[in-house]
């Protein structure tokens, strides 16, 4: 799909799904990193990223369009436009818009671990927090090589 296209499919889902005309411009945009589609507020061009098509296809993309169209209409009609606005989410939900500039598999940030695990030793007191469950045999005190125990924090 070309940038051609692009523009046809968002002026036609724009007349569908909102009854309103879109006036202007939707491409790609290849260095879209994280974010499926942007809008942009100064000129109302709308831009989506290649890897999305392939990554989900074209039923998940028609729902970051949607998205994307959300903001361009409100923004233009001067109602709230933003993500945290009572209308915005009105209208996405009434679209079936997906509910986040999506983000692509694999570079999704991933949420941090909180410490959990308490490694701790028995002959220096020395303590060592640990993510995820560790076998407390299987280690040793890195400063006097003591035996360590386990606690869960
Ligand atoms: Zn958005
Ligand atoms: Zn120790």
Not at 16 to 34: I, M
Not at 37 to 52: D, L, S
Not at 56 to 64: N, Q, S, W
Not at 123 to 147: A, F, I, T
Request: hydrophobic residues 30%.
């Amino acid at each position: 799909m070309n940038d051609k296209q692009l523009q046809q499919w968002v002026e036609e889902i724009s007349l569908r799904s909102f009854g309103v005309p879109f006036r202007h411009q939707a491409r790609f945009n290849g260095r879209l990193r994280t974010t499926g589609g942007r809008y942009f507020m100064k000129t109302h061009h709308i831009e989506i990223n290649p890897a999305q098509l392939e990554a989900y296809g074209t039923d998940e993309v028609e729902k970051i369009i949607k998205h994307e169209l959300c903001h361009y209409h409100l923004h233009l009609a001067g109602r709230g436009y933003q993500h945290r606005d009572p209308e915005f989410k009105a209208l996405l939900k009434k679209v079936d818009g997906s509910r986040f500039c999506q983000s692509l598999p694999g570079q999704a940030k991933r949420k941090s671990l909180p410490y959990r695990y308490r490694l701790a030793c028995s002959d220096c007191g020395m303590e060592y927090l640990r993510k995820r469950r560790v076998d407390p045999d299987r280690y040793r005190c890195g400063r006097c090589r003591g035996v360590l125990k386990l606690n869960m924090l």
